[in-house]
């Protein structure tokens, strides 16, 4: 089951609720100045819009759905939602775009509802269980299942949801069209990665086309994406043995929540592999950025030394994104080129890795989430240590690392719900774990703390040397940093985490979100030497800006688009 507020919702009506709940959230349609404070009436599409909600933290709108009238008349959304894509102020093109986009959204949220199991509860599951069951998705976007260019059949086969465990292929591709940064020898490094057995059979493999390791590296490919490419740009590759397919590797892989992310299904304390993929989801395009690719480990050690440097960081660590591999050719610009984040890998370290005894973890959002009893996931820990306790404690572990991390460091990160991971004890959070860096850490030269620790990101990747200011790692502005860590930590993740403790206790949100600015407050008197720092944040201004998701995809904006918001953090 999904958020409060969309149990039970078909999927057509979630995808609109939550279409009208960015629409008003961003501006996009203006509410008329006669709207109650508990109904909200606006024109688009020449059609007069009413419909009864409340807006909660940072002006996050939350829609009852059947209270929508349009001109005056209670439609059934299910049959005329099609009509209220029409009526969006955008261009014929980019809705016939987001019709595809929310016609897969709906079709397969509705697989999903017809061929998975009814778990009355996900409370006992493991972390990598979760992974697959949290099959609710983005709680704010309305494409949160469009993987444009899946089918039925793809997505039974390779979506997390389904739990279907599946086999990697694996291609050789030439020195001179390739680019890698690995921990150890090329050799060494796949001999441990995939044991001698496996690594022998690739190696057979290539040698039957007269050629050794001398000439070529080892480069895995998701199945669904060998099907996308192989008759495609890749042919010209394969036709001159520039690449070579050497075959399905033994090794079982599951998708996780991202999907293009995957678990080593028989040994979870073996890597997570990040690979590529041609879909577009919520309002992200899944392959990978080359130019992050091979930095990935940079970034990973950048962070890693940071946090064990600083003793108040204990209560974070990262997913160390480890080695990373990608096709390459001179021919293409890395950072324009759309074919070489096509073909690419990242090894992260699995959570498993990172448990001590007596711990275990689930992805953050699970918080956030209602299961099928009716009852949040979190209810039974709420009531072995009282809301209170548990709430005040959630707070610490989540906010202050990652607070501390971007004040006194000047590193911002981006925690949204699936790249955060809290670890408990029987339920009591203890710590958070963090991941997915390699294109979303950033820092600003007059805010970052110490500037000498900042990779070299053009060593790896030259084209880097004289990058635009915002369009990778360093930021133009601490503006953007704090956008950055209140977006994904405040705005899109605990502002659900607070519309569900609202709903179901005796909490308002703004009584929850009092906590967080208390929480503030007692690091801001801990750290007298960082006044001036938070002060340049900003971070307790009446409004302050977010970025506008739904915006960008009805301009079809290559550049982010952003908007103000009210700040319930404000003094």
């Excluded at 022998?200 to 996308?228: K, M």
């Excluded at 007059?446 to 500037?451: C, G, P, Q």
């Excluded at 503030?520 to 201004?541: F, I």
């Amino acid at each position: 089951m999904p958020l409060p507020n969309c149990e039970q919702l078909p999927p057509e009506i979630r995808v609109i609720k939550q279409l009208l709940e960015s629409l008003l959230f961003e501006k996009l349609v203006e509410p008329s100045p006669s709207s109650l404070t508990d109904e909200f009436l606006w024109m688009m599409g020449n059609r007069e819009y009413r419909v009864k909600g409340s807006i909660g933290a940072f002006g996050r709108y939350r829609l009852m759905m059947n209270s929508l009238k349009i001109n005056g008349r209670s439609i059934d959304v299910s049959s005329e939602w099609l009509t209220i894509i029409d009526d969006l102020p955008t261009t014929a093109s980019i809705k016939k775009a987001l019709t595809e986009e929310f016609l897969q959204t709906a079709q397969l949220s509705r697989w999903n509802v017809q061929h998975l199991p009814k778990r009355l509860s996900r409370r006992s599951s493991s972390y990598s269980e979760l992974e697959n069951q949290l099959d609710e998705g983005h709680p704010y976007h309305p494409s949160f299942k469009a993987r444009t260019g899946f089918s039925e059949a793809d997505h039974r086969a390779f979506g997390p949801e389904a739990g279907n465990v599946f086999n990697l292929y694996w291609l050789a591709v030439r020195h001179s069209y390739f680019k890698q940064t690995l921990p150890v020898e090329q050799t060494h490094f796949w001999l441990n990665e995939l044991g001698h057995g496996q690594w022998s059979r690739l190696s057979g493999a290539l040698n039957a086309h007269d050629a050794t390791w001398d000439d070529y590296a080892l480069l895995p490919i998701h199945p669904w994406q060998w099907q996308q490419l192989k008759d495609g740009w890749l042919a010209k590759y394969l036709a001159t043995k520039d690449i070579i397919f050497l075959g399905i590797g033994s090794d079982k892989y599951v998708a996780t929540q991202s999907v293009r992310t995957l678990l080593n299904k028989e040994s979870p304390l073996h890597p997570n592999i990040k690979l590529p993929m041609n879909m577009v989801n919520t309002s992200s395009h899944r392959n990978l950025a080359a130019h992050s690719v091979c930095l990935a480990p940079m970034v990973s050690q950048w962070l890693e030394n940071t946090l064990h440097r600083d003793g108040e960081l204990g209560g974070i660590s990262i997913l160390n994104e480890y080695a990373g591999a990608r096709f390459s050719d001179d021919s293409l610009d890395v950072t324009s080129s759309t074919e070489l984040g096509q073909l690419a890998v990242i090894f992260r370290e699995s959570v498993e890795l990172h448990l001590k005894e007596g711990e275990a973890a689930i992805p953050f959002n699970a918080i956030m989430m209602v299961e099928h009893d009716g009852l949040p996931f979190v209810t039974g820990w709420v009531e072995c240590y009282g809301l209170d306790a548990w709430l005040a404690q959630l707070i610490e572990v989540t906010v202050t690392p990652i607070w501390h991390l971007l004040v006194k460091h000047g590193i911002g990160i981006e925690p949204h719900g699936q790249n955060m991971v809290l670890v408990h004890r029987d339920g009591w959070p203890e710590r958070i774990i963090v991941r997915d860096f390699h294109e979303s850490v950033e820092y600003n030269a007059a805010f970052i703390r110490d500037a000498d620790a900042v990779p070299n990101f053009a060593e790896i990747e030259p084209s880097l040397s004289d990058a635009p200011l915002d369009d990778y790692y360093a930021m133009s502005s601490i503006e953007l940093l704090r956008e950055l860590v209140m977006d994904t930590l405040f705005i899109y993740n605990l502002a659900d985490v607070s519309h569900l403790i609202s709903t179901f206790y005796p909490l308002p949100e703004h009584e929850f979100w009092r906590r967080v600015s208390h929480k503030l407050d007692e690091y801001e008197k801990e750290h007298p030497e960082l006044a001036e720092r938070l002060s340049l944040l900003g971070y307790r201004a009446p409004e302050i800006l977010t970025e506008s998701l739904m915006t960008r995809k009805l301009k079809a904006s290559s550049a982010e688009c952003h908007h103000y918001i009210p700040n319930p953090l404000s003094i």
